[in-house]
């Protein structure tokens, strides 16, 4: 898949996961929701129900900034199969300005962070690398 397609299925997909990697070299995976704005993919911790706010991922981020951020697409008819995967380098966003110009794209691209926007912290990945493949060559 040419990186120009990879960028548009990745910025039109509403979910993702990411992937992180803890101080003893096990990866860890869970879901995001996420605006992309060039080479940068960003995130918030939001309100919904969590067991801790020292989340997973952030520590993870804290000690190995390495990720990767995965999108797809399946149907049971394998010729529409495809996926994209967006390696970069993750950083907690300490900016106020930056931060807020993420909790907004966030809110424009998902109703229930306009009327409940995210508290953070925000992450930005810069991506460093975007691959993908489909079925259909």
């Known amino acids: 898949m ?3 397609e990879a ?3 990745l910025a039109g997909s509403k979910v993702a996961r990411l992937a992180t990697v803890n101080p003893e070299g096990r990866p860890h995976v869970v879901p995001i929701v996420f605006a992309l704005e060039g080479d940068t993919l960003y995130f918030a911790v939001d309100s919904k129900p969590k067991k801790t706010t020292r989340l997973t ?3 993870n981020i804290a000690v190995n900034s390495e990720v990767s951020v995965l999108v797809d697409h399946y149907e049971d008819d394998w010729t ?3 996926w994209v995967r967006a390696d970069g380098t993750a950083y907690i966003v300490i900016d106020d300005f930056e931060a807020q110009r993420a909790i907004n794209l966030l809110a424009k691209r998902y109703e229930q962070h306009a009327t409940d926007r ?3 912290p925000v992450v930005a990945i810069h991506i460093d690398r975007l691959t993908g493949w489909t079925a259909k060559a």
């Open 2 to 4: 040419e990186e120009a």
């Open 7 to 9: 960028r548009r299925r």
């Open 57 to 59: 991922r952030l520590k």
């Open 80 to 82: 529409k199969l495809w």
């Open 118 to 120: 995210p508290g953070g």
